[in-house]
């Protein structure tokens, strides 16, 4: 199968988010690796995620920050490559959209006009799939993008760190950091011995670790919004438990992780 475009959504207007997300849930050639709905976190996205595809709203009213100044400060970014940014926007000014297209934009999408529509949207970033990641790969060689595993540890790590604040796993929490470690391996190396491996590496009994890795989770469904948990953990939970196992929360983001890089 050829490889799936990952797209990062910023956004503000839930409905939309929702609608785009259910639509990609559909296909198998794009993936969505994110869904913010201001600038600061959708440069942090870009630099943990490295998205192909950008769709980018104008207007984050309900987020901070705007989709113009993310354009801006993208470009201060050292990146590999830079991704296809699709605007949409209740904007029709041609000064905003020049300025756009000045900063970088690569089409520009009006959400007033009579056919718009989610579907629409990721429908254009699919024809364009082929000619976006050909010129990401020609560009390749300019930028130097061969990472050491150091480089690649500490990305996968930010993007670790990024999931988990999105289930309201906080850094404080003795569990992130075992959460953390848990999923590097299993993303190496499949094993039933985390745990094991993970206590010995901070000094601390087996149960220990497990403990805290479940407490960690079941605080998250217990305290963050029911809206952030179902959009960023779509596996299937058991309706009797109401929390997903430590086995299916690690695996869960090991795959999904792991099938994006």
Known sequence: ???????????????????????????????????????????????????????????????????????????QLDLPFYPFVLITTNNSSAAIYEYARQSGA????????????????VN?????????????ASKAPEHNTTESPEQKTKRIVRRIGLELDFVGISPKHVGNKYLTDAIQLVIKQPTNRLCTIIGAKYGKTESSVERAMQNAID???????????????????????????????IYYYANKIKNEY
């Open 1 to 75: 199968m050829d490889k799936k475009l990952s797209i990062l959504l910023i956004e503000d207007d839930k409905e939309a988010c929702e609608a785009i997300k259910q639509y990609i849930d559909e296909l198998d050639d794009i993936s969505l690796v994110g869904i913010v709905d201001n600038s600061n976190s959708a440069l942090e996205c870009v630099k943990d995620c490295l998205p192909e595809a950008v769709i980018l709203d104008l207007e984050l009213h309900q987020g901070s920050g705007n989709g113009l100044l993310f354009l801006n400060e993208l470009r």
């Open 106 to 121: 690569d089409f520009i999408m009006a959400k007033h006009q009579l056919d718009y529509s989610a579907k629409m949207v």
């Open 124 to 136: 254009f970033l699919r024809v364009m799939k082929n000619t976006i990641q050909s010129k990401i």
């Open 219 to 249: 605080k998250a469904w217990r305290t963050s919004d029911i809206e952030d948990l179902l959009e960023h953990y779509t596996a299937k939970i058991s309706s009797e438990k109401g929390t997903p196992t430590l086995t299916e929360f």
